[in-house]
């Protein structure tokens, strides 16, 4: 085993292997929560969403499933099976009018709808603050992987003093971390 290569320290550490290594646990740990929360809404959800999209201007259905995979920033994407049946629901109910123009389904709300899609529009899934946006888990899972973004920099373009401090500061942290745990 005897020499080392170049990016390598002393025993054969090597930084960049050591950044790729943090930045896959980083990806596992992300996965873990996303299977945790889920992508899934319920019924409610999809009423309020199209609603809410609906009390803004026409749309058709399509429109809506992008709209609402944007405005959520891509944690929600409505299937065409859940988005088209409450449109129809809708219909059913009064709620929306439907017009074809151009081979589309363009929907638009009914007077009648007025004021519950002011409601959807509050309650709407992109209209949730950041605090139940994290959901179970608290600020933790992002301020992890904001942290592991700064580890990642240092990792790539600092120098070795700067790889030294936050090396410091990241032990310090765990420590710290385990003590919250220890408390009554």
Sequence with gaps: MGGSHKGS???G???SQAGDAMWQ?????RASFDKRVGTRMGRGDVRAAVLALLSEEPMHGYQMIREIE????????PSAGSVYPTLQMLADEGLVHVEVAQDRKIYSLTEAAKDEAATAAASAPWAETEESDAGAFGGVPKAGVDLAQAVGEVVRSGSAAQKEKAAAVLDQARRKIYTILAED
């Design 13 to 15: 550490f090597d930084a």
């Design 25 to 29: 646990a980083m990806d596992q740990l």
């Design 70 to 77: 944007d405005r959520t920033g891509g944690r929600w994407r």
């Design 9 to 11: 320290g002393p025993m």
